[in-house]
């Protein structure tokens, strides 16, 4: 079956293919991702998320389709409630800035598929421009680092994971190409950067890649039980006491 925009995210495809947001969700919460491969579990989707969206659809001249998808973004009266005004502001922002237009001007939603390690693999990119580079939009709320618990302070750009999508996207497509976030923030004034994200960065992610994604195929194919983070929401519902804990386990320690 050909992957197409309309079946990109279809219940079949997810299963056969994996994918950079399957990756890394897998790797945020395996029992979680698989849940929501099952249809078991689905995640709020918040208006923050939908603002993203709003202007992913745009650049994608699905915002039609998008909108009549989404009538909560309209108020009773049929106006477009603040958050998704407040994206519309991000839309003119972005195309008055001659540089990201630039990036932005390649062909659209990009679907192409391939392997790693033996794995296939599924990515639809957001501006390809063929032989020069991959692009993907981002819209966050700013651009500040972000800690991590395992890490300590890191760039957004890591503590999101989009090296690894980076990574995925340069090893599907083929060619090696540069990879870069067209990046616009939810801020009052939104702020705009196009950033290139080094090769070492990508060759770091890939081999982490590597080492997880037959793992993680296993876990698919239902060969390996995912292991839980006991962190997230999916987690905390499908949580089964066992035993008694002791207070001491829950003091701060540095």
Known sequence: ???TNENYFSPENQMKYMG?????AFDDCEARALAELKGEYEREV???????SYVDAHFEKTLDIFRARHPEIFTRNGDLKADFKRAEYII???ERDPLFME???GQKQVIKTGEICGVPF???IDSYHPGKMIVDLKIMKDMEPIWKEEKGRINFAEAWGYDIQGAIYQA????HLPFYLAVATKEVEPDIEIIEIPQHYLDAALEYVKQK???????KEGDIEPARCEKCNYCRRTKVLESVRSLEEFDYAE
Not at 20 to 24: E, G, L, N
Not at 172 to 175: L, Q
Request: aromatic letters at 6%; a positive charge; charged letters at 20%.
């Open 1 to 3: 079956m050909m992957i």
């Open 20 to 24: 950079a947001s399957q990756f890394k």
């Open 46 to 52: 918040t208006n923050s998320l939908l603002i993203g």
């Open 92 to 94: 003119e922002r972005i």
């Open 103 to 105: 990036f932005m001007s």
């Open 122 to 124: 599924k990515i639809k």
């Open 172 to 175: 599907i497509e083929g060619n």
């Open 213 to 219: 994604v037959m793992r993680l195929q296993a876990i």
